[in-house]
Structure formats: C-alpha cells, structure tokens
Nanobody, 116 residues
C-alpha cells in the first residue's frame, strides 16, 4: 500500500523560499498523477500543483511562476520548490497521489508558515 511522507516545511519570512519533499514507499509513483494540496486553518483543502505520469504540470493561479512541482520516479520522490513566499501561502501542505479519486493517497502534511 502506497505511503507518502512529507518533509521540508518550516517558518520563513515573506520573499524567502522553501522546498518540500514527498517520499513514497510501499509502491511506485511512476504511473500515478501526483499533487500538492494545502489547507489554511479551517479553510477547504485546495490544490496547489499537480504533475502527471507524463510530467505535465498544472498550478493554481496564485502560485504560478513562484512554485515548481517535480518528480523523480527512480527515487519515488515528489518535490515542491516554493519561491517568493507570501503570508497567504501559509498552511499545511499535503502530498497526494491520485487527486480526489477513490484510490487517492494522502500524506500527513507539513506546516508552512510565512510571516510578513
């Protein structure tokens, strides 16, 4: 059974950068769409970026040109490089396999806090 573990979160000031990592185990991610979601407080969880098995990518408008999602299928890893962070990027970031499908897998989340 696929398991996802995030790392790399932390507290930074506006304008700084962070790189999140997602380590997958118990299965391969090579044939799966992978994504990063985030949730701020009690707000609804929202998708930040996705990357297909063919390496096509998509981003929510507010992070486009600042965040970059990537994957390394040989290492079973997914990454989210975040630059020029803003306070509104604050939240718990979750690694995801399969978007919101019935077979979706979620990590436990990593906190990102951006202060102004």
């Amino acid at each position: 059974q696929l398991r996802l573990v995030e790392s790399g979160g932390g507290s930074v000031h506006a304008g700084e950068s962070l790189k999140l990592s997602c380590a997958a185990s118990g299965g391969t991610i090579s044939n799966r769409v992978m994504a990063w979601y985030r949730q701020a407080g009690e707000s609804q969880r929202e998708i930040v970026a996705g990357i297909g098995a063919e390496f096509s990518t998509n981003y929510r408008d507010s992070v486009r040109d600042r965040f970059t999602i990537s994957r390394d299928n040989t290492e079973n890893m997914v990454y989210l490089q975040m630059t020029d962070l803003k306070p509104e990027d604050t939240g718990v970031y979750y690694c995801n396999a399969g978007y919101t499908s019935a077979s979706a897998v979620w990590g436990q989340g990593t906190q990102v806090t951006v202060s102004s």
